[in-house]
């Protein structure tokens, strides 16, 4: 698992998600009670399996390894809150991070987008001042929640969030599965910023049947994608 985890999180590096240490991927511990993340502030090619952190997910006790990434209270409540993700990426990836910097949602334009995510990717509520002072790390978090919950979104579904200003949380049932998405999403908002560039001056309508089928022949219940 451990080595796992540091592959991915070179991964970020290589797919050009982050540059320097903007980022970071943990995964649950097997018996889901703790998690593994990035260490704080370590370059990823100097990750090892001594330096991994884990966190208990009840506590937020800092268990082994170095100090854990600031945003593991982020992942922690993410956490707890969706029982059906294992693991978790965050970036600023560029083009998502203008999303978010925009404070505007990635809209689903087309298939390639629906053949992971079930519709747009939200860019949820706003930290308040107080929210940002105390626990903001946690509170990012719970904005993502609160958003997913208020607007029955589903977690697998849309396995994404932008936090306002900020960059982006992906997740998936694998870390496998949280860094194919979080590279994907990417390559979707690029396309979508220059779609809306090219057509600044009308709408764009993409059909819903479309949508549809392209997320539910690999994702649904009647899947046929795939051998």
Known sequence: MLKEL?????????????????????????????????????????????????????????????????????????????????AIVHTHSKYCTIFAQSKLSIPCLGTTHSDYFYGDIPVVGELGEEEIEEEYEKNTGLKIIQYFNENNVLPMEIPAALSPSHGVFVWGETLTDALKNAIVLENVAEMAYKTLQLCYNRSIDFNSMLLNKHFLRKHGNNKYYGQ
């Not at 070179?10 to 998600?17: I, P």
Request: some cysteine; proline content about 6%.
């Open 6 to 86: 540091i592959r991915v999180n070179r991964a970020l590096k290589e797919e050009r998600l982050v540059i320097f240490t903007w980022g970071n991927a943990s995964c649950r511990s097997v018996d889901k009670k703790s998690m593994f993340i990035k260490p704080s502030g370590v370059p990823f090619e100097e990750l090892q399996e001594n330096k991994i952190s884990q966190v208990d997910l009840s506590t937020a006790k800092h268990l082994r390894g170095l100090q854990p990434s600031v945003d593991a209270p982020t992942h922690i409540v993410l956490y707890n809150a969706f029982p059906d993700i294992n």
